[in-house]
């Protein structure tokens, strides 16, 4: 947090966590996105994605390790602008 500077344009972030993690305190994550969102200018969003009873990532579900990889992709493609995904040709 030290490097975050008052007055800087920031990309779209977002900041992913679980509320049980053994290795990173998410304390840390949400002090990381609030002094994120605080001296950010500009319109790009700050977000923290914060998984509920996960650790660092062992032992989550299939489902679960699914469903924050779309949020990724999607928070990612979305603010890279792109509003539709090309067809596949099976």
Do not use: W
């Not at 679980?18 to 996105?33: C, L, N, Q």
């Not at 650790?55 to 679960?64: L, N, T, W, Y």
């Not at 390790?65 to 979305?78: G, K, R, W």
Request: without cysteine; glycine residues 8%.
């Amino acid at each position: 947090m030290n490097n975050v500077k008052q007055g800087t344009q920031y990309p779209a972030t977002m900041v992913t966590t679980g509320d049980h993690d053994d290795r990173v305190v998410p304390a840390h994550s949400f002090k990381f996105a609030a002094e994120l969102q605080e001296k950010q200018t500009g319109t790009n969003p700050t977000l923290i994605r914060i998984d509920i009873n996960a650790g660092h990532g062992a032992g989550k579900s299939v489902a679960a390790t699914i469903q924050e990889n779309v949020d990724i992709q999607a928070f990612t493609l979305y603010n890279m602008g792109v509003t539709e995904l090309p067809k596949l040709n099976n």
